[in-house]
């Protein structure tokens, strides 16, 4: 089962910021922070990952609470390219790495 | 380029028949994934590969069997024991043996059985 909690769907105009939440509660010191995001009938693409520090890549943010039992994406200027579905996973990449995909976010960006 | 390659996009088989899909990558990457993707739903794990000639089920390995006899392939068969085959199909792909990187996935095989 995944490990993760997102809510199933999100509304952000064009232009604005997208903050999409994921809950990882029951995470352990050695798991990581993974966001994908899957555009309509197309592979996942990496987003981002995080352990414990707030990392920033040309895509996007993320922002780990200091506890870890949760995390933000932020895509700071949304666009309409930006609809897609949002997942959020917790690994760790040992030598039995399962990546383990819950059903994500959808987030829709309005014009 | 390099990357992770399935073919084919779309493939069409009659219920009952064994269907075989590609996935090869020419990443180097030792690490292998099979997942079924169904209409509005999430990314199930089928198989997964850590290394060469070694696999191991996912979450709804039944109907399914995979081989992987070389680092840049691990193919998919859908056996006639898979009750309900008609599904979106994606591979991935990461470094393994313990590093903290991503997966790359293919662009799935839309696999439909009449």
């Known amino acids: 089962d995944a490990k993760t909690t997102q809510p199933p769907s999100m509304d952000c105009a064009e232009g604005r910021a997208a903050n999409l939440p994921c809950n990882h509660s029951?995470?352990?010191?050695?798991?990581?922070v993974y966001w994908y995001r899957q555009i309509h009938s197309q592979g996942p693409q990496y987003i981002i990952h995080g352990l414990k520090n707030n990392e920033t890549n040309e895509m996007a943010s993320l922002i780990i609470t200091e506890d870890r039992k949760s995390s933000t994406l932020i895509l700071p200027h949304a666009t309409l390219r930006d609809t897609a579905v949002y997942y959020c996973i917790v690994r760790v990449p040992n030598r039995d790495d399962k990546i383990i995909f819950g059903k994500g976010t959808r987030l829709h960006i309005l014009p | 380029d390099g990357g992770i390659t399935q073919s084919p996009k779309y493939l069409f088989r009659k219920e009952g028949q064994n269907v075989t899909l590609s996935c090869e990558q020419n990443l180097n990457h030792d690490a292998m994934y099979w997942y079924r993707q169904d209409p509005g739903q999430g990314l199930r794990l089928i198989y997964y590969s850590q290394i060469v000639n070694d696999f191991q089920k996912g979450d709804i390995a039944e109907g399914y069997s995979v081989s992987r006899e070389k680092k840049e392939s691990f193919p998919l068969t859908v056996t006639s024991a898979q009750k309900n085959p008609t599904a979106f199909y994606l591979c991935?792909?990461?470094?393994?043996?313990?590093?903290?990187?991503?997966?790359?996935f293919g662009q799935g095989t839309r696999l439909t059985v009449v």
């Open positions: 029951t995470i352990s010191g050695n798991e990581y």
């Open positions: 991935a792909s990461s470094l393994g043996g313990g590093s903290n990187t991503e997966a790359f």
